[in-house]
């Protein structure tokens, strides 16, 4: 029953943050709090917020005069939306400008947990069940690594796998980030859809990829495990692992409903000659059980001939079953840690393979984090150096494949990486480099 003019008087105070809150109490308050004479002067007041008091008094003036002979010709909202668009724009220049900084040893951003700090960014999922309702998980734990960071979400109050239909993986901002205050999770937040997966018939259409005596762990393309609690159709824990390489691109500047799409890249007109092939790459790669690592190392100047592409892909030699001077110890028994309220484990035979590929001019050319599994291998040991059982563990994409062989060394109860080729998809270097190869 209040007059309007006297809620109008009362939100001129509030500010954006609450005044977008206000909005959502009901229709009659969210036509009042989209007043344009109320978000003018909140547009104004952020013009030049490092003005002296006069300077900005008398440009804040300016601007509510000039806009006031206008407020007519706009439509309710016009300056609500013109206030959270030049928020948000500066607030994405401010975080990019933080990914800039490169790191010269892993070709990636330095300055990724700055970078999430500043933008008050955290990662949520979305379970969908085939009721159209919604059940979102927040409160992550985070593992960061120097390429990746895994996220992990466990609860006890999850839908049952038979009723659910997709899996969103999100990243969360704050509409209108303060530094000066911590992200409040009930106020207006920004939702950028960074994948979907589908979970009708998980335990048929994924990838197994271990099990231990609690949970059996299934992999989802690109980087999501799913735990499930053996013996139940029941989730137990969600793991995504996000490679460093687009992540905040991909966690702020897409939509609710769109994945954020890179720009293609510009290719080099001196260097197209397929005859040549490829040459002067680098790897970085890590091999992590979320809580311990395993393997962390670079490989400079690797090359290809002609003769080396076949079968769709480029063929790429980074460990030479036939050189053991380049064979490489694992530290630690392979596995991956998981956790819950209640329990906690680690499921061997497997690992979380980080692969980040430079090219010659040390962009990132192929990138991804995700979940690998150990085979015993029918095979037996060739190598007269190594005595063991041989181990298999192969990942593949749209974008080209890995091949790692390993020999289990019973006397040091020790791993040993003695054969590591990538395979590059001869599409993704046709795109990359607009030639033919």
């Known amino acids: ?18 005044l977008l809150a206000v909005g959502c109490v009901n229709k009659r308050f969210h036509e009042l709090a989209n007043d344009n004479g109320i ?23 300016e601007a509510v005069s000039l806009g006031c002979a206008a407020l007519q010709d706009k439509e309710p909202g016009y300056w609500k939306k013109e206030y959270i668009f030049k928020k948000a724009s500066a607030f994405k220049t401010r975080v990019m400008r933080l990914v800039k900084f490169l790191d010269p040893y892993t070709g990636l951003p330095c300055k990724n947990k700055e970078a999430m700090k500043v933008s008050g960014l ?11 309702k919604e059940h979102v998980v927040e409160k992550p734990n985070l593992s960061f690594k120097d390429t990746s960071v895994t996220v992990l979400w466990h609860g006890t109050d999850w839908p049952c796998l038979d009723i659910l239909s997709t899996l969103k993986l999100f990243g969360v901002t704050p509409l209108l980030p303060d530094q000066s205050i911590p992200p409040n999770k009930n106020g207006p937040r920004r939702f950028s859809l960074i994948a979907e997966y589908h979970l009708a018939n998980l335990t048929e259409n994924s990838v197994v990829v271990g099990a ?8 989802l393309s690109p980087g999501l495990l ?24 991909r966690s702020i500047l897409g939509s609710a409903t769109v994945q954020y799409s890179p720009p293609p ?13 490829l040459h002067d790459y680098r790897l970085h790669l890590d091999l992590h059980g979320r809580n311990c690592m395993y393997l962390c190392g670079s490989f400079k100047c690797l090359f290809c001939r002609k003769r080396d592409i076949e079968n769709g892909y480029v063929r790429l030699i980074v460990v030479n079953l036939k050189d053991n001077r380049k064979h490489l110890p694992i530290i630690g028994t392979l596995g991956i840690c998981w956790e819950t309220d209640v329990f ?12 980040t590929l430079l090219d010659e001019t040390g962009m990132p050319f192929w990138c991804f984090s995700a979940p690998v599994h150990m085979e015993l291998s029918t095979k037996s040991s ?24 390993f020999v289990w060394l019973e006397e040091t109860k020790q791993y040993i990486i003695v054969s590591l080729v990538l395979y590059v998809s001869t599409k993704k270097v046709n795109s990359w480099y607009g030639t033919n190869y």
């Open 122 to 132: 955290s990662w949520i999922i979305v379970l969908k069940d085939k009721n159209g």
């Open 1 to 18: 029953s209040m007059p309007s003019e006297i809620l109008l008087k009362i939100f001129s105070y509030l500010d954006a943050v609450s």
């Open 39 to 61: 978000w003018l002067k909140l547009y104004s007041r952020s013009l030049h917020p490092k003005w002296t008091g006069w300077r900005m008094k008398s440009k804040q003036t």
């Open 212 to 219: 231990d005596e609690l949970v059996q762990l299934f992999s």
């Open 382 to 405: 060739g190598l007269y150096d190594y005595m063991g059982h041989i181990y298999t563990a192969d990942y593949a994409d749209s974008e080209g494949k890995v091949c790692v062989e």
């Open 344 to 355: 906690k484990g680690n499921v061997k035979d497997c690992f979380v393979m980080d692969l």
């Open 226 to 249: 799913v735990g499930m609690w053996k013996g139940k159709n029941e989730i137990a824990f969600v793991m995504a692992n996000l490679h460093y390489n687009q992540l905040l691109e």
């Open 265 to 277: 890249n510009k290719p080099l007109l001196d260097d197209i000659d397929s005859e040549y092939g």
